[in-house]
């Protein structure tokens, strides 16, 4: 009852029946195991509720109890489980020093799932101390990948080198800033270097990368993620080459929620595709193994900005050539 209780999040009454069971336990007399599990199961629902100090206080009387009766391994979980604690008050040396204790018993046991929480668990303690070779380590012990894969934000936000700045309601992103300006400068000085080779590879496509360009009216880095995204289509899969650059960003602006036309019929032609915000109007036209710059003359010769001269939306005329070779979009000229 108590597992399927806190199974669904309601630790509220997961502690009521686990206080329960304790004192049941207790009245019984004797220092059961059943009742070192008891103080276990009673520490994890309270770090969960954010009672840290209570949480400590039944790690330690389990810890007791498993060392007493010579239950090692067991023994090596408490710490594993107080150390977790002692990192939530900043308690990092002690913490420190029970995973040292847990990590050779984990290891000789060949319990791979506590070894892995402690391994974690160090190289949290190791970057809040400022040691992020030896973090870096741990983590990958920790999660079995190489070095390149970790993922550095999250190592710097549960380290507290960054913090939640705001977060976007309508595409459930939050935005991270660094704590105050000491923290900011010692990064670019100091950590940069060590970050910079792995953010290349943990960078992943996102949708609202794209939208973030388009509303800035950031045209180029626009056209050069779309750059991207485009070279990695299986060229197995690609149509004819307008028709699938159009049906691309006109899936790309419908998923951002923007005004897109493709084929925009004006006075003196079409426009290939043209993208409208509240404050920018993109006009982008392609040319089949041409030079860009023939687009950008067939958008003036056209006259294609002339709908939009009245306004007060910023004009960007974009040329893009594409490569029947290499399948892809190749050059780019933005006005």
Known sequence: ?????LSLG??????????????????LGGATPALAVRYGMASDILLKKGKTDEA???AERALKLDEEAGRTVQAAIRKSQ???GYIETGRMEEAEKLLSEAIPIFQATNNLH??????????IIQAKKGDFNASAHSLREASGTSYEKIYPVTLLFQSGYLTIDSYDVDHDEYKLRYPNKEVEIGFVKSLREFYTPMLADTQRFSINLFNEDILSGNAAM????LQAFYADIPYEVQPTVE????????ILCKLMGQTIDVERHTSNGRIDVLIQTDKYIYIIEMKRDKDPDNALDQIDDKGYDWPFSAGERKVF???AEFSTKNRRLERLSIS
């Open 1 to 5: 009852m108590r597992v399927h209780t």
């Open 10 to 27: 309601n630790y509220d009454e997961a502690e009521r029946l686990i206080r329960e069971a304790i004192s049941y336990e207790e009245q």
């Open 56 to 58: 400590i206080s039944f």
């Open 82 to 84: 107080l150390a977790e």
């Open 114 to 123: 506590s070894l892995s929480v402690c391994k974690h668990q160090l190289g």
């Open 222 to 225: 626009f056209m050069t993620r």
């Open 243 to 250: 028709a699938n650059f159009q049906n691309t960003m006109l």
């Open 317 to 319: 005329r974009i040329g």
